[in-house]
């Protein structure tokens, strides 16, 4: 969801990145602190119930994951750790979410099935990413699923803040269901299309 309006996205935030990279800001510096901050949005703010301001904190990181790429491209200074900096963090912060939403559920939100499947939308959109990162160093492709990280962060974001907007906790509940049937589904989708490629890479002798 978030791909869509990326070069929308890119094109208002070029000024305050050519602005950094003038300050002596590195892109790396960018993705450490914007992970930061999303990781206290979520792991101060939702346990104590201040969901709509976890979630308003939260937004204004994640825009770090697009400021920090156009820094680079910008600079010049692409470079494969810095890819893997930005993947590695982005998993880190999207943990750190639905651990937030699990404390929540956990304390004022007192019930142990969210809390549940707050963790199992933790585990299996760690799975997920795990999943095609792993298919790809095997040399297989595995960029299919119904959710997306962009679109499993867009959701559990918007439906976290309405939900305190207009007052309808029914919202987080439906996103959590909805996000921890569609990451096993996508789970199990990368799972099935590269057992395909597997087995025809090793020929039809094999079972």
């Given amino acids: 969801m978030m791909e869509r309006f990326r070069a929308f996205f890119t094109k208002v935030i070029s000024p305050v990145a050519r602005l950094l990279l003038r300050l002596g800001v590195s892109p790396d510096a960018v993705t450490v602190v914007g992970t930061l901050g999303v990781c206290a949005g979520a792991l101060v703010f939702f346990p104590q119930g201040k969901l709509l301001t976890g979630v308003l904190v939260i937004t204004a990181f994640v825009f770090s994951d697009l400021l920090d790429g156009t820094m680079a491209r910008l600079s010049g200074r692409t470079s494969k750790f810095g890819a893997f900096l930005d993947s590695t963090l982005d998993r880190i912060g999207d943990g750190a979410i639905f651990a937030g939403i699990a404390l929540y559920f956990s304390g004022p939100g007192d019930s142990d099935l969210y809390t549940v499947l707050a963790l199992v939308c933790l ?85």
Avoid: C, H, N
């Fill in 123 to 207: 585990v299996m959109g760690a799975v997920t990413s795990y999943a095609r990162a792993r298919a790809e160093s095997l040399g297989f492709q595995a960029k299919v699923g119904i959710a997306e990280r962009a679109d499993r962060l867009v959701a559990i974001l918007v439906m976290t803040g309405f939900s305190r907007i207009f007052d309808l906790p029914v919202l987080l509940e439906i996103a959590l269901w909805a996000l921890a049937v569609a990451s096993t589904v996508t789970v199990v989708q990368r799972i099935w299309v590269v057992r395909q490629q597997a087995y025809a890479e090793a020929g039809p002798t094999q079972p």
